[in-house]
């Protein structure tokens, strides 16, 4: 059994553009509005200098979230919570996650399905497992 097995059996068939109520662990690249960031430490995680225009509207809303997916490279999946837009080099399932309370708009995650087919694709050559060396 090789990893492709596992994303075939388990994720594939649950990764979708967008999906409610979601976490998908994005963590790697945070895009927040500095003018209402909740808290320092966001600011400090978030990506601020150098964006294109598109980056700097991805903190507004899932659709901004979701441009901005589509125009980084490495973007496979992205979520957005209250004004919090993240984007995750890799790709990953996440777990349901419900609002916090009635005014925070809860969680909702994407992923960039076309572009994680073709890398699955692209490196789907597997001759044989390699075996770590203990």
């Not at 430490?41 to 294109?52: C, I, M, N, P, V």
């Not at 990953?92 to 073709?118: F, M, Y």
Request: glycine share 4%; aromatic share 12%; proline share 4%.
């Amino acid at each position: 059994m090789v990893f492709k097995d596992i994303y075939e059996e388990f994720v594939a068939a649950k990764l979708q553009p967008k999906r409610q109520n979601w976490d998908n662990l994005s963590d790697d690249v945070f895009y927040v509005d500095p003018e209402t960031a909740h808290d320092k430490s966001q600011l400090k995680h978030a990506k601020q200098t150098g964006l294109t225009s598109v980056e700097k509207a991805a903190y507004k809303s899932f659709l901004d979230c979701r441009k901005m997916c589509d125009e980084i490279k490495d973007c496979f999946q992205f979520s957005y919570h209250d004004g919090i837009c993240a984007y995750h080099k890799s790709f990953l399932l996440g777990k349901p996650r419900k609002p916090e309370d009635k005014k925070n708009q809860g969680w909702t995650s994407g992923w960039a399905v076309d572009k994680i087919h073709s890398w699955v694709q692209e490196h789907s050559e597997c001759k044989e497992p390699v075996w770590p060396k203990v």
